[in-house]
């Protein structure tokens, strides 16, 4: 497996969720053995010797690859989610979205100033989601802070929006 097939293993549905959208459906590489296992194990590389102590997956698709690289690198994992699923005291943070707001939670006790931690979702688009999660992740006093994801959609430049200090490892490219 390499990159060009994987981008081949991308599904693109236009207009999903709404007009103008064109959406890069990743269930059509993960359903895929050696699709999964590719692009955890490439991600994966890329954090072997950075001593990550904790993977924050983003709700949803981003709890996908998020555990199997968490165990690959030896770190925990821990879910930012969407408002009201989190049981224990949260941290919140809101963001911009191209229309109106949205929210993400992480346990209040998830982090502490010894973690270094990796951020991973699925996709950086406009970079508001994953901003807000670095936010979080400052928040809660973390030693360090990494950002990954599978797809970049580099002309909408989110990785603008992403504090300049934080490297950031995008798999494919689009
Ligand atoms: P953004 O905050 O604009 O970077 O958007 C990133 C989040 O929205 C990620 O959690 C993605 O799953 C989702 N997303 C945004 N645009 C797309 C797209 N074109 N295809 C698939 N998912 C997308």
Redesign the pocket.
């Known amino acids: 497996m390499d990159k060009q097939q994987a981008l081949g293993m991308i599904r693109n549905?236009p207009d999903?969720p709404q007009k103008g959208?064109?959406?890069?459906?990743?269930t059509t590489l993960i359903k895929d053995p050696e699709g999964l296992k590719w692009a955890s194990e490439e991600i994966a590389k890329q954090y072997k010797d950075k001593a990550i102590t904790k993977v924050l997956g983003?709700?949803?698709?981003?709890f996908i690859l998020g555990t199997p690289i968490a165990i690959e690198i030896g770190a925990g994992f821990v879910p930012i989610r969407k408002p009201g699923k989190l049981p224990a005291k949260v941290i919140e943070q809101t963001?911009q979205?191209?229309y109106g707001t949205?929210t993400i939670e992480i346990h209040e006790d998830a982090l502490s100033a010894d973690d270094v931690v990796m951020i991973h979702?699925?996709?950086?688009?406009?970079?508001?989601?994953?901003?807000?999660a670095v936010k979080l992740a400052k928040r809660a006093g973390v030693k360090k802070i990494y950002v990954s994801?599978i797809?970049e959609?580099e002309a909408?430049e989110?990785r603008k929006?992403i504090d300049k200090e934080i490297e950031i490892f995008s798999l494919l490219k689009i």
């Open positions: 549905i999903f959208i064109q959406f890069k459906d990743i983003i709700e949803s698709r981003g963001y979205k191209e949205d979702d699925d996709l950086l688009a406009t970079g508001g989601t994953l901003e807000a994801c797809i959609l909408l989110g929006q």
